[in-house]
C-alpha cells in the first residue's frame, strides 16, 4: 500500500497553480493573497483585454460578458479554484478587480 499511494498522489495533481498565482502558496486559510494579487497586477485603469489575455494565457476560462474567469487544478489530495470578476469604464478600463480562493483537502 505505501508503494502504491505516492503513485495515487502524483496521478492526482495536474501542474499545480498558473503563474499569476505560483508564488502565493495558496492554502487554507491563505485566501485573501489572490485578490492581493489581482489588485497589483491590474490596477484601476488597466485595460480589460491585458485581464482576459493574462488569464487566458495562463489556463483560466474568461466569460467576458460577465466579466469573470475561473480556474480549477489539483496538488495531491488538495483541489484548489480561483475566480477573478471585475468592473469597467466606459473605454474598458478596470475599476475594480476581485477574486476568490477555496482550497478543498481531503
Known amino acids: ?3 502504491i499511494l505516492p503513485l495515487v498522489l502524483a496521478a492526482c ?11 502565493l ?3 487554507i486559510g491563505t ?6 494579487r489581482l489588485s497589483q ?3 484601476t485603469g488597466t485595460p480589460q483585454s491585458k ?9 483560466f476560462t474568461v466569460d467576458q460578458g460577465k466579466r469573470t474567469a475561473k480556474l480549477k487544478w489539483s496538488e495531491g489530495v488538495c483541489d484548489h ?3 477573478a470578476a471585475w468592473e469597467v469604464d466606459a ?3 478596470i475599476t475594480d478587480i476581485d477574486g476568490e480562493h477555496w482550497p478543498a483537502c481531503l
Do not use: K
Open 1 to 3: 500500500m505505501w508503494v
Open 13 to 23: 495533481g495536474d501542474g499545480g497553480p498558473p503563474a499569476i498565482a505560483q508564488d
Open 25 to 27: 502558496n495558496l492554502g
Open 31 to 36: 485566501s485573501q493573497r489572490w485578490p492581493a
Open 41 to 43: 497586477q491590474f490596477p
Open 51 to 59: 485581464v482576459i489575455s493574462t488569464l487566458q494565457s495562463q489556463g
Open 81 to 83: 479554484s480561483l475566480e
Open 91 to 93: 473605454e474598458g478600463n
